[in-house]
DNA sequence: TTGTTGTAGTTAACGCGTTAATTACACGAC
DNA sequence: GTCGTGTAATTAACGCGTTAACTACAACAA
């Protein structure tokens, strides 16, 4: 059966929540200069330490031609290294720099601020059941 | 509290879900020359009527200068027609053209096919579920 | 060593998202 | 009428998504 309305329509519907969620995000995002995606990779740096190009792709969900314009950006503002990985001269190995571990600690309260907030209107148990929903979506789907 | 990893982040799940529906319905478009933005707005304008360009930015969720674009783009391919509104030179009236018109209907039952085999997999009653919650969440939010 | 195949990363081209600035027109105050 | 204010749409600038093509290197076979 086809939605007979985007409000009931599945991608609409994701679409919309998505902005609806970011919307919170983003003046925090931008007023240090950040966009969604940079930041996403500077969290997964924090958080894995030095990882692989393919693999940072893969974790921070950025398509390898993205990854290679968003490194160039952090990388110029010496947020992160990027370095040849030993023995094999085909991969780059990211690593966090000083200046990223700091962006990172500045952020963190803000962030948790927001999310908490979300958590509070939405209600801690709609939450968890709506993330449930949505890994099984990914799982299922993909 | 802070997602302790990205599967259990809000805006994630949510960007992986969609990217997880859309990976179903790309090739359709694709294969079809139409972006995803260029398709909501055509079913916009078949199922409204004609509609002006605020309205249908706002209906088919597309900024104002996406809408332009978009609307330079499917002019040019005769899917829709772009007038002055009649008795106010700023607004901008768009109307669907039969070609328009011929592409919606050729797409409609691969859409079909599609949403009905997602929602099989995913199962009636927690895709209605899943639509609450995101529908609560948008009202929320924003 | 040379050639083939495969992989990691980059580049290119095009469209949309986002924000800000700008143009064109409407409307009311004066 | 003219000026100022507000609104609709467009344009501009920059970054990311997407696909395809390309480069550089690795691995392996002959």
């Not at 969900?61 to 490194?71: E, G, Q």
């Not at 030993?86 to 990172?104: F, H, K």
Request: hydrophobic share 40%.
């Amino acid at each position: 059966m086809l939605p007979e309305n985007t409000r009931r329509s599945l991608p609409m519907a994701l679409l919309h929540a998505r902005e609806a969620v970011m919307g919170r995000f983003r003046p925090m995002l931008a007023a240090h200069d950040v966009t969604e995606q940079q930041w996403r990779v500077l969290r997964v740096l924090s958080e894995a330490g030095p990882v692989e190009a393919t693999e940072l792709a893969d974790r921070a969900s950025v398509l390898p031609p993205s990854l290679t314009r968003i490194i160039k950006a952090l990388e110029g503002r010496k947020f992160i290294t990027r370095n040849k990985a030993e023995g094999d001269g085909r991969r780059v190995v990211l690593t966090i720099a000083p200046a990223g571990s700091a962006l990172i600690d500045a952020l963190s309260p803000e962030r948790r601020v927001i999310y908490d907030d979300i958590e509070k209107r939405f209600g801690h148990e709609r939450l968890e059941q709506l993330l449930d929903l949505l890994e099984s979506l990914i799982d299922g789907e993909s």
